[in-house]
């Protein structure tokens, strides 16, 4: 029987009500919640990425720009991976003896105009960004390359040599080929044994070394991992999240529970349920390409948007809540055409170097995060947020997204910290919608903290507003 509640609880709450609106009463505030003490990962600090271009990434192809090396520290970018993606499967570092970079552009890729950079020049980039170099050693079919399987695996071999023995850079992390999974390279099971026997060949040179291998989806996992798990450190996924968005509405009215990482889920599920056993603690994941596209028919315009912008930034914060993943690199600083770099998603990085709204993305991150990423919690199915502190927890940094188009007003967050945070400087990336290709980004000036809190923050619709509290 349903219970019935007194009709004097109904007046009381309606005198309630009348009350509050008779007085002007402003609704709740949207409380967030930051919790300094539960850290998600320890090296957030070192996680975000970015793929070069080896073709055209070099200062010669823009003599008028500011250095490579300065845009990348002002991304904020940690690790680099080389010589790209696919063309990775399409060059060669050196020839024989291998005594120095020669690099060779096969295919469609040795007709794009441009100075190529060395492996020497990618690791002195590497060095002045203080980032990690990840190198992906190519390998794809003697009917696409005109290369056989064992002249891969010897281009491998000699270009861990060269890197590890010869100029002892300490390159740690190597990636057998990219996109194992796509361009019909070869069957799971055959590339289970492909990249076990480069491995072991690579391994044979320098065992300090990590190496991974790229897969795509439960039915590739279930079939690579039995057999190639024991020769791999990690493996590694591309993360393209927007198939049939259509749109930046798709990313608006998400609800703050929907699944924006599967691929990467879907392989850290995949290493507990196919892996032997005696290998499943050590194996991690790295998201070696990410960018917020969608590839289905007629699928949302691939521009270089403040929305874009915003959900790259999101995914980044999702995985790097995964402390089984190692990194998420961006894919990439830019493709083949300069001209084009303001119209395309596929340039974190402008003719002349500067950071366009994919590589704002990284830089949100690169430019302000702490060592530690800890948990934030509340908002709404609008509005979330991320948070980082320093080791020491006087430093606390705290990103709030508004995917939605409505500003949000009254913003309350709340630091349980063990520090008392006196100072709060706010910076906020905004633009008149979505589709804005040139978003406004800088800082507000600074808010009052309180008890470690802030409060009446507003956020824009389609923003990232960070504070940086010390």
């Known amino acids: 029987m349903k219970r019935m509640l007194p009709q004097t609880f109904f007046a009381v709450i309606a005198a309630a009500l009348a009350v509050m609106a008779a007085r002007g009463a402003a609704a709740p505030s949207l409380v967030l919640t930051v919790d300094a003490g539960h850290i998600l990962r320890q090296d957030a600090d070192r996680f975000v990425g970015v793929n070069l271009n080896y073709i055209r990434d070099s200062d010669a192809n823009r003599p008028h720009a500011r250095p490579l090396k300065d845009a990348l520290r002002d991304l904020g970018a940690r690790w680099l991976r080389y010589p790209g993606g696919e063309k990775s499967d399409f060059y060669l570092w050196s020839q024989p003896p291998y005594d120095k970079p020669?690099?060779?552009?096969?295919?469609?890729?040795?007709?794009?105009?441009?100075?190529?950079?060395?492996?020497?020049?990618?690791?002195?980039?590497?060095?002045?960004?203080?980032?990690?170099?990840?190198?992906?050693?190519?390998?794809?079919?003697?009917?696409?390359?005109g290369r056989t399987e064992a002249q891969w695996l010897e281009n491998a071999v000699a270009w861990v040599k060269y890197a590890n023995v010869e100029r002892k850079y300490g390159v740690r992390y190597w990636e057998i080929g990219n996109e194992n999974w796509n361009?019909?390279?070869?069957?799971?099971?055959?590339?289970?044994?492909?990249?076990?026997?480069?491995?072991?060949?690579?391994?044979?040179?320098?065992?300090?070394?990590?190496?991974?291998?790229?897969?795509?989806g439960d039915g590739w996992w279930s079939k690579f991992l039995p057999t190639a798990a024991p020769a791999l450190d990690f493996i590694s996924l591309s993360l393209y999240n927007c198939w049939g968005w259509k749109s930046y509405d798709h990313f608006a009215t998400l609800p703050a529970i929907a699944d924006t990482i599967g691929d990467a889920e879907t392989a850290l599920n995949a290493i507990d349920r196919y892996a032997p056993p005696a290998d499943r603690p050590r194996l991690r994941v790295i998201v070696s390409e990410t960018n917020s596209k969608d590839y289905s028919e007629d699928g949302w315009p691939g521009a270089n948007t403040l929305g874009h912008a915003l959900v790259t930034f999101d995914t980044l914060g999702r995985v790097m809540a995964q402390p089984r993943v190692l990194t998420a690199m961006v894919w990439t600083t830019r493709w083949m055409n300069d001209a084009e770099a303001r119209d395309s998603?596929?340039?974190?990085?402008?003719?002349?170097?500067?950071?366009?709204?994919?590589?704002?993305a990284i830089a949100l991150w690169g430019q302000f995060v702490q060592k530690d990423m800890i948990a934030a919690?509340?908002?709404?199915?609008?509005?979330?947020?991320?948070?980082?502190?320093?080791?020491?927890?006087?430093?606390?940094?705290?990103?709030?997204?508004?995917?939605?188009?409505?500003?949000?007003?009254?913003?309350?967050?709340?630091?349980?910290?063990?520090?008392?945070?006196?100072?709060?400087?706010?910076?906020?990336?905004?633009?008149?919608?979505?589709d804005d290709p040139s978003p406004h980004w800088g800082q507000l000036g600074a808010v009052p903290v309180s008890g470690n809190t802030v409060s009446n923050l507003s956020c824009p619709g389609v923003s990232v507003t960070v504070l940086s509290l010390r």
Do not use: C
């Open 183 to 216: 361009n019909g390279k070869a069957v799971p099971e055959d590339m289970a044994r492909i990249v076990t026997e480069f491995s072991r060949a690579m391994k044979a040179v320098d065992p300090t070394i990590q190496v991974g291998a790229s897969g795509n």
């Open 102 to 145: 020669r690099p060779v552009s096969l295919g469609w890729y040795g007709t794009v105009a441009g100075r190529r950079m060395d492996f020497d020049q990618y690791i002195a980039a590497a060095r002045a960004a203080r980032a990690e170099p990840y190198v992906v050693v190519g390998y794809t079919t003697a009917k696409a390359s």
């Open 345 to 360: 998603q596929w340039y974190a990085l402008g003719p002349d170097n500067e950071i366009l709204p994919t590589g704002r």
């Open 377 to 434: 919690d509340g908002g709404s199915d609008h509005v979330v947020a991320y948070a980082s502190r320093s080791a020491d927890g006087r430093r606390v940094t705290v990103w709030v997204l508004n995917r939605g188009y409505e500003r949000a007003d009254g913003v309350r967050i709340i630091i349980r910290s063990t520090a008392r945070l006196r100072h709060a400087a706010v910076y906020q990336l905004t633009g008149t919608g979505p």
